[in-house]
């Protein structure tokens, strides 16, 4: 009887384990984009790939869920408030705007890239050092890199007098550091001609491009969000046909057909977020966890699009270069 007693004890044992694992909840990763999939999901693929290195077995250990509305903000919205409602246990944000949307509607911990790299932000964060709420992240530098920017155009088109500065009009954050790339042109000697996007659609981009041309410029320094990224395609497009030097952020408005791209690299931003992730699925609190600075930047030139422009890349722009794209 002991025996039956025991092997039973051991068995009801084994029964409360499988099911103590079995209800174990595998932690999960919100992310929600407010550009297209395929922008969204290159950014993603860094991200799942630091992951693993720590660890993590997609579907087993963790579940990230990804969502991308190419320029849809009310559809965004919905789907931070489903992912809310669902109560997951920590928000991915590509960047200010979709951060801005999780902060307002929850408390649960916000990983975001491509912030402002500004000392405070009353909405996102008290200070870059000790953000002090529930959010935390990694800057992008990237409007305060305008200046270089400005100095590379200048060097492969040093006639240029008038600059286009293209952000997106509807949101405050996105308007602000245009207006700040505005500034730099001034400084630089420059006409800059403010250009705002109110809509993702090739009309809009070619009203705005037309004003451009209208007021004699052929450069233009895009300010990357979800909107000009959703749009980077058609930017680039009507930019060749109506021969406009397109200035990107991002090495993905080279590949796209802008003439050149200089800013943070975002891929870098995305594996480090990984980091921040697991560091907060163990316990760290986001109100105590650093926003950091980017540590690496990337030059990207298209020379197809500077032959069809009639532009020639000077040896000093070229010996710079991280991507030479033919």
């Avoid at 929850?106 to 402002?116: G, R, S, Y």
């Avoid at 909405?123 to 990237?142: D, H, I, M, N």
């Amino acid at each position: 009887m002991r025996r039956r007693a025991f092997l039973g004890f051991l068995a009801i044992t084994a029964i409360s384990a499988r099911e103590a694992l079995a209800q174990k909840r595998v932690p999960v990763v919100g992310f929600v984009g407010f550009a297209t999939p395929d922008i969204d999901n290159a950014t993603l693929v860094p991200f799942r790939k630091a992951l693993a290195e720590l660890g993590y077995v997609e579907g087993r250990t963790i579940v990230i869920e990804a969502h991308s509305t190419a320029g849809d903000v009310s559809r965004g919205l919905a789907l931070i408030d489903d992912l809310v409602a669902r109560q997951v246990d920590v928000l991915l944000s590509p960047g200010p705007a979709a951060a801005r949307a999780m902060v307002r509607k929850t408390n649960i911990p916000v990983v975001a890239v491509a912030l402002p790299a500004v000392q405070s932000d009353p909405e996102l964060f008290q200070s870059l050092a000790r953000p002090g709420g529930s959010l935390t992240g990694f800057a992008a530098f990237g409007e305060e890199m305008s200046a270089k920017r400005i100095e590379m155009i200048r060097e492969i088109l040093p006639a240029l007098k008038r600059i286009g500065v293209l952000n997106n009009a509807t949101d405050p954050t996105f308007s602000a550091w245009g207006a700040q790339t505005i500034e730099e042109a001034r400084r630089a000697g420059l006409e800059p001609v403010r250009l705002g996007l109110t809509s993702a659609s090739p009309a809009a981009v070619a009203e705005q491009f037309n004003v451009l041309a209208n007021a004699g410029g052929n450069a233009v320094i895009v300010i990357r969000d979800y909107m000009t990224a959703a749009m980077q395609d058609e930017i680039c497009r009507i930019g060749l046909d109506m021969k406009i030097a397109v200035i990107g952020q991002q090495r993905e408005f080279a590949h796209a057909g802008a003439l050149i791209s200089y800013g943070a690299d975002i891929g870098d931003l995305f594996r480090r977020a990984a980091g921040y992730i697991d560091l907060i699925l163990k316990g760290q609190k986001p109100a105590n966890m650093p926003i950091q600075l980017p540590t690496k930047f990337e030059l990207a030139v298209n020379l197809k699009t500077a032959r069809a422009l009639g532009v020639t890349i000077p040896p000093t722009i070229l010996v710079l270069t991280d991507e030479v794209i033919e």
